[in-house]
T-cell receptor, first 109, second 118 residues
């Protein structure tokens, strides 16, 4: 079974609002990564958080990791229409990547 | 077992050689991908391919070429291998429905091929 499960599966917000996506996983990890995919394209990495980190920022992105709850969240602040995409968390136990089913984010202009 | 399988798992070769990595999926997915894992452990898209469209990341050297004999296979050919090509390469597949609404149902990844160019 897949390691990462994103929640919600779909999210629709107005431009300028914040978007929060959550990811839960099952086993211990070395790191957790968030990716985004625009329709028809491959994955583009956004941010990596290591198992000994609790929070990380990159531009308008903020990622948290709670290893005790085996969960992570991705916050996109001040969303833009261009943020419309699918977002995936990937857990990396060892050298293998496991992706969840993703959260489809729609930002309405 | 339903899966994405890629072979070989390890490949050691000399500079200048031409090599191929094979990928097969029996999931009935309509889209396949090749990714390269970079030095920071991120995945970088190289190609995505379905029956209708090949999308190539413009940063990929033209020494790399995908070959798809059918929907279930997407092989990666690399000509004139260079030291900098050493990396782990991952094949993946996904199902994307087309029509009025395009949806995406998530990825299945292969276990990776570690390429070492000496």
């Amino acid at each position: 079974s897949q390691q990462g499960e994103e929640d919600p599966q779909a999210l629709s917000i107005q431009e300028g609002e914040n978007a929060t996506m959550n990811c839960s996983y099952k086993t211990s990890i070395n790191n957790l990564q968030w990716y985004r995919q625009n329709s028809g394209r491959g994955l583009v990495h956004l941010i990596l958080i290591r198992s000994n980190e609790r929070e990380k920022h990159s531009g308008r992105l903020r990622v948290t990791l709670d290893t005790s709850k085996k969960s992570s969240s991705l916050l996109i602040t001040a969303s833009r229409a261009a943020d419309t995409a699918s977002y995936f968390c990937a857990t990396v136990p060892g050298n293998q990547f496991y992706f969840g089913t993703g959260t489809s984010l729609t930002v309405i202009p | 077992d339903t899966a994405v399988s890629q072979t070989p798992k390890y490949l050691v070769t000399q500079m200048g050689n031409d090599k191929s990595i094979k990928c097969e999926q029996n999931l009935g997915h309509d889209t396949m991908y090749w990714y390269k894992q970079d030095s920071k452990k991120f995945l970088k898209i190289m190609f995505s391919y379905n029956n209708k469209e090949l999308i190539i990341n413009e940063t990929v050297p033209n020494r790399f070429s995908p070959k798809s004999p059918d929907k279930a296979h997407l092989n990666l050919h690399i000509n004139s291998l260079e030291l900098g090509d050493s990396a782990v390469y991952f094949c993946a597949s996904s199902q994307e429905t087309f029509g009025q609404r395009r949806r995406f149902y998530g990825y299945t990844f292969g276990s990776g091929t570690r390429l070492t160019v000496v």
